[in-house]
């Protein structure tokens, strides 16, 4: 057995004695809740003469329950047609259930699981291995596994059923890839929460990922970055090509899958903007006009001509493969974040307005949206798009809006009748940040769990019965920008957020509680996570320091904290916190909450990491856009930064020059902007010098575009910055020197 914190332990050894414990059985931690729960006096003991009666029951929920079962019991699990007098599993159709609902009842004989659907039996199939010991979601061998001769249940009974049927993730793999493996890995992760939709994102300005025989450059050259590549690197993709697709085949089993796992997965093909991998394949496509305008990303010449005929037949063709590899009743076509400059320099597009009698570019983004619907239609498909559809267009009544912006803006589609997927940005978009000192992107506010969970899709709309049916469902979105690095950064920023959807999605709102899901989250799901192979996030620990004491509290019991005491990253092997520490060198100890080899970020002691400030003088090549100057980088103010108006070409610098020598230990420079790590630079050196002629070389960029002088034997005089290669981004972002 393996655990490495004595608080899981003893956690464990309860829930194994619970037999020896008579009817002390402690309540299970379900997530998500469901909608009733009754526990009844007595126990059922489960034990090697356990039968599977397969009656009535799915075949491959069967054979999954099996599977899960042998994970943790050391004895095969009969299968059977008949019940048995005692210890058993058998399930019950039942039709005048919802599609969805269950029943599973524990009593001293066996468990009985009643549904209409095979996705009613599936779900309950989940609520029972949440019964079970975490190892039941562990690899079958390893040293993970955990043999049991018996295992102890309460006795129960639970009614339950969805709030919404639509209860879905969106995951971006064009910014970043993720192969097949990692998306049914990832399947498997929503199906154990019962989420039943997999929004996945396909292309966009930097890849197009799906295979389209009719038109092979899409992923020959649209699915690739790097230097010499169609599309230009991006988000720290680095200088080698970067990239991938799923063949058609890989679709096909992906879809399978997820459709055994009662998971519809609904393709985006992000349209007429964010068309850069198409655009870089087949540049007819674009507006007749040498003009560039850039998009809100700063991407150029990414916009299908919506006057140009012959791009509706190439997006017919398109539709026809997208509509038979996904069985899926939509197609999401994005329709957001349009650039329309273009459309207004275009004349096929000018052209397009007079003949239609239109005034406004907005309104060509509707005729767009009004021949997608014409197309999808002819292959049995119904149109799904971001909240800019329903504007200045009046959608086909079953068209499918996806809510991002505003709970308003989700309102105003409601009011048009028109059925809605919340996703709204400031609860659910789980590539913003955890908190203000971690990772990831904030321009939509801080995604806490608590402020994710204060979520309710339905809001507070005094909206009619009619009206709330029209919002099917919440839905979290990750963007994959910030994806590439640190190693499993995905896995941290889904979870346990997408634990959060699942309860948004499933549990009714009057049943929902932030410190109820809290305290079920950390006494079992963690543990949960932990065996399903997910590198879940976890809170950070509270560090304070006064008179010279550091202390230190982990974020819930059942967590620990480790330390360092040289700046480096704790790891499993470094020491647990215990009682306090004294220290006149606070600023050398590093922090980090785990639960066995998971980690949170690491956190130094607040407030006593001491840069020097010098004055200092900052000359360069460098073209500064409209926005920052090079005196941002003169004022030690660590939340400022100098940002290009260009990409950097070869030959390009930047110097710091110190009006006396410094006298120092190590130098970081840092180039992108602050917490995002977004524009740095990728192909470039670093130099410092003594006298301020004479240089010496610090040593390439890294991944976190950044290099740390050390080994520093004399008083340094001046810092600079060389380019040696063409930048990945359209500009880059240098931040002040953290010299200690």
């Given at each position: 057995?393996?655990?490495?914190?004595?608080?899981?332990?003893?956690?464990?050894?309860?829930?194994?004695?619970?037999?020896?414990?008579?009817?002390?059985?402690?309540?299970?931690?379900?997530?998500?809740?469901?909608?009733?729960?009754?526990?009844?006096?007595?126990?059922?003991?489960?034990?090697?003469?356990?039968?599977?009666?397969?009656?009535?029951?799915?075949?491959?929920?069967?054979?999954?329950?099996?599977?899960?079962?042998?994970?943790?019991?050391?004895?095969?699990?009969?299968?059977?047609?008949?019940?048995?007098?005692?210890?058993?599993?058998?399930?019950?159709?039942?039709?005048?259930?919802?599609?969805?609902?269950?029943?599973?009842?524990?009593?001293?004989?066996?468990?009985?699981?009643?549904?209409?659907?095979?996705?009613?039996?599936?779900?309950?199939?989940?609520?029972?291995?949440?019964?079970?010991?975490?190892?039941?979601?562990?690899?079958?061998?390893?040293?993970?596994?955990?043999?049991?001769?018996?295992?102890?249940?309460?006795?129960?009974?639970?009614?339950?059923?969805?709030?919404?049927?639509?209860?879905?993730?969106?995951?971006?793999?064009?910014?970043?890839?993720?192969?097949?493996?990692?998306?049914?890995?990832?399947?498997?992760?929503?199906?154990?929460?019962?989420?039943?939709?997999?929004?996945?994102?396909?292309?966009?300005?930097?890849?197009?990922?799906?295979?389209?025989?009719?038109?092979?450059?899409?992923?020959?050259?649209?699915?690739?970055?790097?230097?010499?590549?169609?599309?230009?690197?991006?988000?720290?993709?680095?200088?080698?090509?970067?990239?991938?697709?799923?063949?058609?085949?890989?679709?096909?089993?992906?879809?399978?899958?997820?459709?055994?796992?009662?998971?519809?997965?609904?393709?985006?093909?992000?349209?007429?903007?964010?068309?850069?991998?198409?655009?870089?394949?087949?540049?007819?496509?674009?507006?007749?006009?040498?003009?560039?305008?850039?998009?809100?990303?700063?991407?150029?010449?990414?916009?299908?001509?919506?006057?140009?005929?012959?791009?509706?037949?190439?997006?017919?063709?398109?539709?026809?493969?997208?509509?038979?590899?996904?069985?899926?009743?939509?197609?999401?076509?994005?329709?957001?974040?349009?650039?329309?400059?273009?459309?207004?320099?275009?004349?096929?597009?000018?052209?397009?307005?007079?003949k239609e009698g239109m005034t406004d570019e907005k309104q060509l983004l509707g005729y767009f949206v009004g021949r997608m619907e014409k197309i999808l239609q002819k292959y049995g498909k119904k149109l799904a798009g971001w909240d800019e559809i329903v504007e200045d267009n009046e959608l086909q009544p079953d068209s499918r809006v996806y809510a991002w912006r505003r709970m308003n803006v989700a309102l105003a589609a409601i009011q048009k009748g028109r059925p809605t997927v919340t996703q709204i940005g400031e609860y659910c978009y789980i590539d913003m940040k955890y908190s203000p000192i971690e990772r990831g992107h904030n321009w939509a506010g801080i995604v806490s769990l608590e402020k994710m969970y204060s979520f309710d899709p339905i809001g507070s709309f005094n909206l009619s019965k009619e009206q709330e049916k029209l919002i099917i469902g919440p839905q979290a979105g990750l963007w994959a920008e910030m994806l590439i690095f640190p190693p499993h950064f995905s896995e941290y920023q889904l979870y346990p957020r997408l634990c959060i959807l699942s309860e948004i999605g499933w549990t009714l709102q009057d049943k929902r509680d932030f410190k109820d899901f809290e305290n079920r989250l950390t006494l079992s799901h963690y543990e949960r996570l932990y065996d399903m192979g997910i590198a879940f996030r976890l809170p950070y620990p509270t560090v304070t320091y006064q008179n010279n004491t550091i202390d230190v509290e982990a974020p819930a019991p059942s967590l620990v904290v480790r330390y360092t005491m040289d700046k480096s990253e704790p790891t499993i092997n470094s020491p647990v916190f215990s009682g306090k520490i004294i220290t006149d060198t606070p600023q050398n100890f590093r922090f980090a909450t785990f639960f066995a080899t998971n980690k949170s970020i690491t956190v130094p002691v607040p407030d006593v990491e001491v840069y020097m400030t010098p004055e200092v003088k900052v000359t360069t090549s460098l073209k500064a856009n409209k926005y920052t100057n090079t005196t941002t980088l003169e004022d030690w103010d660590f939340g400022t930064y100098f940002r290009t108006a260009d990409a950097p070409v070869k030959g390009d610098w930047l110097m710091f020059t110190f009006t006396e020598p410094v006298k120092c230990q190590t130098i970081k420079v840092n180039t992108n902007i602050p917490v995002t790590q977004f524009w740095g630079v990728t192909d470039g050196h670093v130099e410092y010098s003594y006298d301020g002629i004479n240089f010496i070389d610090a040593g390439q960029f890294d991944i976190h575009n950044s290099v740390t002088i050390e080994h520093i034997s004399a008083e340094v005089k001046a810092v600079r910055i060389l380019i040696d290669g063409s930048g990945e981004e359209k500009a880059i972002a240098i931040q002040d020197l953290r010299i200690q």
């Open positions: 057995m393996k655990k490495l914190t004595t608080t899981i332990l003893i956690v464990l050894f309860c829930a194994v004695t619970n037999a020896v414990m008579g009817n002390n059985v402690k309540p299970v931690n379900f997530i998500p809740l469901p909608q009733e729960v009754t526990y009844n006096d007595g126990t059922f003991l489960m034990d090697n003469q356990l039968v599977l009666c397969t009656a009535n029951a799915d075949k491959f929920n069967i054979g999954y329950l099996a599977k899960h079962l042998n994970r943790v019991f050391d004895f095969t699990v009969s299968q059977s047609s008949k019940t048995s007098g005692t210890n058993y599993i058998r399930f019950v159709r039942e039709s005048s259930m919802g599609d969805e609902e269950y029943r599973l009842v524990v009593d001293n004989k066996g468990i009985t699981i009643t549904s209409k659907t095979k996705a009613g039996e599936f779900y309950a199939i989940q609520t029972l291995l949440q019964m079970m010991p975490a190892e039941i979601y562990a690899p079958l061998e390893g040293p993970n596994r955990m043999l049991l001769k018996q295992w102890t249940l309460p006795q129960i009974k639970i009614s339950d059923f969805p709030r919404f049927v639509y209860r879905g993730n969106m995951l971006d793999v064009s910014r970043t890839f993720f192969d097949k493996q990692y998306i049914l890995r990832h399947i498997d992760w929503l199906a154990y929460h019962k989420i039943n939709k997999f929004h996945i994102h396909l292309a966009d300005d930097n890849g197009w990922r799906v295979e389209i025989k009719k038109y092979p450059l899409l992923t020959e050259r649209g699915a690739w970055r790097g230097y010499g590549e169609a599309l230009v690197p991006s988000f720290n993709s680095g200088k080698a090509r970067y990239g991938g697709f799923y063949t058609q085949d890989d679709i096909r089993e992906m879809v399978a899958y997820a459709a055994e796992r009662n998971i519809e997965i609904i393709p985006e093909i992000d349209l007429p903007g964010h068309s850069k991998s198409v655009t870089s394949t087949y540049p007819e496509v674009l507006c007749k006009t040498s003009a560039e305008f850039l998009s809100v990303q700063g991407e150029g010449k990414n916009v299908f001509c919506v006057g140009n005929e012959a791009n509706y037949k190439m997006l017919d063709n398109i539709m026809k493969e997208i509509s038979k590899l996904f069985p899926s009743e939509y197609i999401h076509i994005g329709g957001d974040e349009v650039q329309m400059k273009a459309w207004k320099e275009c004349p096929d597009c000018q052209a397009l307005m007079q």
